[in-house]
């Protein structure tokens, strides 16, 4: 089992960066592959960014591909997502997610992955 707990979430101006962090529990955090989704309002929760275990393999969502980075410090159980030049329909909630395989995680939709309990992301226009 792991648990995670993200944080970095706010309000920006559009053309502006934040970095999301999201803290893991457990001692297996370096066997996950680790993913962020987000969800608007209205909207179905979909893909952002996925890494492998390792950090070697990363996969975005086109929306966001040159924009957001996703990266991961297994000593620290950590995973980000700096996003850069955000834009006001880059606004959700968004989610970490935890699963051993990262191709569920970036073509599967996660079914059954660990998720933590959500940051908020506002970009005004």
């Known amino acids: 089992q792991v648990q995670l707990a993200e944080s970095g979430g706010g309000l920006v101006q559009a053309g502006g960066s934040l970095r999301l962090s999201c803290a893991a529990s457990?001692?297996?955090?370096?066997?996950?592959?680790m993913g962020w989704f987000r969800q608007a309002p209205g909207k179905e929760r979909e893909f952002v960014a996925a890494?492998?275990?390792?950090?070697?393999?990363?996969y975005y969502d086109d929306s966001v591909k040159g924009r957001f980075t996703i990266s991961r410090d297994n000593a620290k159980n950590t995973v980000y997502l700096q996003m850069n030049s955000l834009k006001p329909e880059d606004t959700a909630v968004y989610y970490c997610?935890?699963?051993?395989?990262?191709?569920?995680?970036?073509?599967?939709?996660?079914?059954?992955?660990?998720w933590g309990q959500g940051t908020q992301v506002t970009v005004s226009s």
């Open positions: 890494i492998n275990w390792s950090g070697r393999n990363t």
């Open positions: 997610a935890a699963e051993m395989s990262v191709s569920q995680i970036y073509d599967l939709g996660c079914p059954r992955c660990h």
């Open positions: 457990g001692r297996t955090f370096s066997s996950y592959a």
